[in-house]
């Protein structure tokens, strides 16, 4: 079984302008004559990896702990792609999915510098698929993120992230991405992997 780690270390990840970066701190340490290490840290929730509650954008919406775990594993497809993303390219990328294996169409991982454009979160909104995952720390671009967002939220996708896909190949993998269980959260740090089908 190969398994790729697409998430971001935690301490060196990329922060998003604004937001507050993780922060460590050493409280017990053996070289120091304690009896064991203990280290507390602080963090946004939407730091490196993490998953985007409805709750982000939607006044009324699911906190992260609501969001149905199967929805962040199972069978998904990682498409390379640059450039602003249209309604006819989110068509040709599920059916390349659905072709590639069945049930990969469900989750979506975008692989580049790819912008997500109201046009196409509208076709993915509409098209049953239950995951966007992207490389940058937010979709959409600096004019659109919140309309976006409140588009592909609004009908539950769950969307993904800061992932590492550089040196992952398009098509099919299993992808098991959980976010913390933050009671009330608009968001969690993520630990996601793919494992490549045989």
Do not use: W
């Amino acid at each position: 079984m190969k398994i790729h780690d697409i998430s971001q270390e935690v301490f060196s990840c990329v922060v998003y302008p604004g937001d507050d970066a993780p922060v460590s701190q050493p409280v017990k340490r053996m070289s120091n004559g304690d009896t064991y290490n203990l280290t507390n840290f602080s963090m946004c929730a939407h730091n490196g990896t993490h998953i985007d509650a409805p709750f982000h954008f939607l006044a009324e919406g699911n906190t992260v702990e609501q969001i149905p775990l199967h929805k962040s594993v199972g069978y998904c497809y990682v498409a390379e792609f640059c450039g602003a993303l249209t309604a006819t390219n989110v068509e040709n990328i599920l059916a390349q999915a659905k072709q590639c294996h069945s049930g990969a169409e469900l989750r979506i991982l975008f692989k580049g510098d790819v912008d997500i454009t109201i046009e196409a979160s509208q076709a993915l909104a509409e098209s049953g698929v239950q995951l966007v995952g992207a490389q940058s720390q937010t979709v959409g671009n600096d004019n659109n993120f919140v309309d976006v967002h409140k588009i592909l939220l609004k009908v539950q996708i769950v969307l993904l992230e800061g992932l590492v896909l550089q040196n992952v190949q398009q098509g099919a993998y299993f992808l098991c991405a959980q976010p913390l269980a933050l009671k009330g959260s608009d968001g969690a740090p993520t630990r996601a992997i793919l494992i490549e089908l045989e």
